[in-house]
């Protein structure tokens, strides 16, 4: 649609957003190593993966990484009724040293549909202040706001802050909105109630991706040396009674993966018998 | 301390915050004219006054402004019992048509401090989920809490999303460490827990500007038409049962200034008072 030496516009057509979006990042990370920092939003995408998927490429080039999505609307801004906004999540990574990194991967509601189905299966009441119902009103039935959001009628996720203004769910809802902005105004697509499935096809998502070289504040080995020093700070801090340890962003998911990279990646019964049907029906045998 | 085409890295050795920033802003925006973005961090500094300030002078640009700042520490994180880091606001400002704008401009903790102290004030007690005592656990004792946070004895204000994983908390931590990255590691300046009044000096604080023209990503009036239509959606959202209308960021603010443009600034009668005293001890008159 529209590209400078710093930016990237482009109209996926419905296409898969894994592959678009990884090439994409790594032309947001080409025109940074060139110009300093680099911008790119993409609209008519699909589902993309992990956000932090695509910052920690950057971040592994020397570069601070952004990147965001807006989703099918699911959200309910701050005195509303109806879900005017998608989960939208947010994800930014800055190297440190020796590999290390800080890798921020929100939601920018409270918490995601996939967590009200586990209470939904569970037959679990709702923590009050993550979702609302059709009147805008605070909920706790899980089953009755799936269905409420499945068809429509109103209701959904409070933004992260939850309901009204006692917590500051308008921050989390502005959030939410910002993610549309730089997701979906940046590249003409669809954005707030309108990104939802339709009969023909999934709900039409728009993404954004920034790279910044580090080196544009200072030399990157100092810099990513502050950036272990503050991580190591937050990790040695005392914890809360009855608290075992203090994490930063990321450092879960990197601890998950440095020991899913040894004993291998732990599936479900379930999840395990599904692949090997897959398998079989495909004839590729199950490995290991 | 470094400059490029793109980008600006300054120590402000102790001076006041406002009028560097406003400067150094100001640059942003016009490398950002050359460029197409530009970035500045400014280590030891003070107070810069108001965060969305400085991003809206971008927006009046046709620009989408971006500004962070630390502050002395005061939050507690995730899991945590002492104050890493301070109430750390974020501001982005993205222009509409006819000067409407969106203006986001949180701290990323839940409250401030200037709110626990309105409740010390009035004897009420703290909602549960703003604030945690020397061990880390909820407390609801405003004056306690101010005591314990002056002494710097433990306990704090808890970030956006309160307590523990329930409401998702470690989002506003990760948000507070993400603006000490992009302010303190950034410039070389002072972060997290040491970010503080000294017998000597106020903390010395550090800031973040970003600015990034409209039209790398689309022709800008389509992208404000666009805003504009956004914002106009939120708007016109159906409110909940009770609540009489849905805001977006920034509307309440720009509602109050265009009041106060047409029939003066409110004040209360103990500031119109000091007002008037310090006018006298200056020979200034007391306008109106």
Redesign the interface.
Known sequence: ??E????L?LDARGAMGLSLSKVTMAKVIDKAET???A?A?IRNSNHFGIAGYYTEMAARRDM?GICMTNTAALGV??????A?FGTNPIA?S?PALAGGM?T?D???T??TRGKIEVYDREGKTL?S??A?DT???GTTDAHGLLEDMLFQR?GGLLP???EGE???G??????A??V???T?????GV???SVMDSEATSARVCHFFCA?RLD???EPE??KS??SR?LA??VN?????G???????GLKEHEAEALSAKIGVPLSAKIAAQLRQIGQGLGIAFPG
């Open positions: 649609m529209r400078t030496p710093i930016s516009v110009v300093g920092a911008f939003s601070i801004p701050t005195f509303g009724r109806h005017m930014v800055v800080f921020l929100m939601a920018t409270c918490v923590p202040g993550w609302v009147k805008g009103k109103g992260l802050g939850g006692e917590f500051s308008y921050k989390g809802y502005g959030l909105v910002l549309d902005i730089m979906a105004v940046t590249s003409g954005f707030g109630r910044i544009l504040f200072r100092e810099l502050d950036m503050l700070e937050l801090a005392e914890p809360a009674e608290c075992e340890r203090v994490y930063y962003a």
